[in-house]
């Protein structure tokens, strides 16, 4: 088992935050309210997603995912679209039909079993005992 640090935060901790924030964008689309000021999910680079979600799911690498740009909870709502199948631009909106909630699920069922660790702080304190480092840049 990988040494855990404090500023690598578990995938488990991020899905959290990422379905806190996919749910009130839903519900403020049900609701007819604007959004206010959230962040937009900018989709990240399609190849680096599948490259994750390879390594840590059908593989069982311990991956790092280092974001400068973005926080961890909106690189986790593009992996759970990716493993999901679900459209982008309904995740932004927060238009979810049933199904996609469905989906939502699932993805977040199979990520939650993943070695994926998210770090927000400077990659100079990375472990060696990790598999894998992906940088995530907007696509």
């Known amino acids: 088992m990988n040494k855990q640090l404090p500023e690598h935060l578990p995938i488990d901790q991020v899905l959290r935050e990422a379905f806190r924030h996919l ?70 909106s927060g238009n979810l039909e049933d199904e996609d909630w469905s989906k939502t699920t699932q993805a977040i069922h199979a990520l939650r079993k993943t070695k994926i660790y998210f770090c927000n702080s400077s990659m100079a304190a990375f472990p060696k005992n990790f598999d894998q480092v992906y940088v995530i840049r907007p696509s």
């Open 23 to 92: 749910f009130n964008r839903a519900e403020a689309a049900n609701f007819g309210q604007a959004t206010g000021a959230a962040m937009p999910i900018v989709p990240v680079a399609g190849q680096t997603l599948s490259q994750i979600i390879r390594g840590a799911l059908q593989e069982g690498r311990s991956i790092v995912v280092y974001s400068p740009e973005f926080p961890a909870w909106h690189v986790a709502l593009n992996l759970i679209a990716a493993v999901g199948s679900i459209q982008m631009d309904r995740m932004r």
